[in-house]
């Protein structure tokens, strides 16, 4: 059984975990579900790194903010418990030039600092919570999968470096070889990167909200949100909340018609992940694969893959278009051929691991931080599969949003609404449609 968010209108209690690696390493704790009615000042719905750092960020600002955080599931359940682990400088799908091309140097300049504002706040509760989440610095590779691409990057670390400061190199495909064993590269760029467990980390994100006073309640599904005199009425199985503000932080997991302040907004996407079994010495000697790196290509339908802590690979890529498919052995030969295609020598590993989650893109690729100051009510989402670093800033700056405080809306990120998908009906046609030329063009 899995969720399809176009197609149901709750996240279900009774949904089995994913059976991800990052389970096999982390145990984490159900919280009480909700069983009898209460009223708060703030209600957030969705227990990953938006909802959880937005719950941080109000107990900084007011130590007294009466904070409670329900999801439907389990802490993590969404994105932030099965995600790659990736700690990017970035979040949406426009890389720095491309930003400056459509909006000039200067919001890209400044956008830059966001997204490196964004590192720094992750890395901030990671010190503040002691949260061992296994944060790994390593080289961050963009590889290039033909030559046209191969020149674009190396134009766009000239440009990164210029413009934003950034220690960015390009490998021609001799030095890349000499780093990493990889067939069908055409040269990479190189900089610093980061990694983590994602659900290690998104659990030490609600214990930090804990400690502070925030109260979280899992297997609560807000299964309906109405206005009222004084501010909402939010319907969960068993108990009803009554709350002055709400913050939506349910992301690509929102259900079907969950808001129209959301509604057809986003567009969920699968991704798919599988994880090696240990990679032997000699291979990861062999391959270069023999510490914390990451890296990602240059396809439009991007495959992304790192190392990890005990010897393994772990190689992501598009999943299924319906929810249906998530766990079809289709979508993970997909993986694993793309995988023996890039190293050869893993042609015979086991694969220990596969599952699917959705991601959450936004129809112009950007997400949003937005907040109604009259109805009390807003949303960070949007993120385009690029939303561990991000979403712990973009619930906080949701907060600061909702409390009066000015963001810079010179930057699209606080400018305006996601904007609706013109015809929803036909998001997974379209997707299709994009899937099917990719396969025959990238
Ligand atoms: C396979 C995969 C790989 C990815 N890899 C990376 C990566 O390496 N690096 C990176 O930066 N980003 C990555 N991402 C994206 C990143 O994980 C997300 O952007 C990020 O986790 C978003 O966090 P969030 O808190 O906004 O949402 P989520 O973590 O998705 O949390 C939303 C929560 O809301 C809950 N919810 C939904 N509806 C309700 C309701 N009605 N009532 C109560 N609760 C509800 C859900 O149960 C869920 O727990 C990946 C995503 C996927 C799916």
């Known amino acids: ?169 390009f490998l021609s495909p001799a030095k890349l070889a000499s780093q990493l064993k990889i067939e069908h590269a055409y040269g990479a760029s190189i900089q610093p990167g980061q990694s983590l467990n994602p659900l290690k980390y998104v659990d030490g994100l609600a214990r930090l909200a804990e400690n502070d006073g925030v109260t979280i309640h899992t297997r609560t599904p807000a299964e309906s949100i109405e206005r009222t005199a004084n501010g909402w009425k939010i319907k969960t199985p068993q108990a009803t909340i009554n709350a002055e503000n709400i913050l939506l932080a349910s992301n690509a997991y929102s259900p079907r ?51 990890l802590p005990d ?28 995988m023996t295609a890039s190293f050869p020598s893993l042609k015979h590993i086991d694969i220990d691991y596969f599952w699917s989650g959705w991601v959450s893109v936004a129809l112009d690729s950007m997400p949003r931080v937005v907040f109604d100051e009259k109805q009390r009510i807003g949303y960070s989402m949007g993120y385009c599969g690029s939303g561990v670093s991000f979403a712990t800033l973009a619930g906080a700056r949701l907060v600061q949003r909702a409390l009066g405080e000015k963001l810079d809306t010179s930057l699209p990120l606080y400018r305006n609404a996601l904007p609706k998908y013109p015809m929803p009906a036909m998001r997974r046609m379209g997707l299709r449609a994009l899937y099917t030329w990719a396969h025959l063009f990238e």
């Open 1 to 169: 059984m899995s969720y399809d968010p176009l197609t149901v209108n709750a996240v279900s209690t009774e949904l089995p975990h994913p059976p991800t690696y990052w389970r096999s390493t982390h145990k984490v704790v159900s919280r009480n579900p909700l069983a009898q009615d209460i009223q708060c000042e703030w209600l957030i719905v969705g227990a990953g790194y938006t909802g959880l750092a937005a719950a941080c960020e109000l107990k900084r600002h007011s130590a007294r903010s009466d904070v409670v955080v329900v999801d439907s599931h389990d802490i993590g359940f969404g994105c932030a418990g099965r995600n790659g682990g990736f700690v990017l400088s970035g979040t949406g799908r426009y890389s720095l030039p491309a930003i400056a091309k459509k909006w000039g140097v200067e919001v890209a300049v400044k956008m830059h600092g966001e997204w490196q504002s964004a590192v720094n706040a992750l890395n901030k509760h990671i010190m503040q919570g002691n949260i061992q989440c296994d944060l790994s610095s390593g080289p961050y590779l963009k590889i290039a999968h033909n030559a046209k691409q191969a020149n674009l990057l190396r134009l766009a670390v000239e440009t990164n470096k210029r413009d934003f400061d950034i220690d960015a190199n």
């Open 257 to 307: 018609q969950f808001h129209p302040m959301i509604d057809k907004r986003q567009f969920p996407v699968q991704s798919s992940i599988i994880v090696t079994a240990p990679i032997s010495n000699s291979v990861r000697e062999t391959t270069g694969l023999n510490k914390a790196m990451t890296m990602m290509d240059t396809r439009m339908m991007k495959y992304y893959y790192r190392t």
């Open 311 to 338: 010897g393994r690979l772990l190689f992501g890529g598009r999943g299924a278009v319906a929810g249906k498919n998530a766990d079809s052995p289709l979508a993970k030969n997909r993986l694993i051929d793309a």
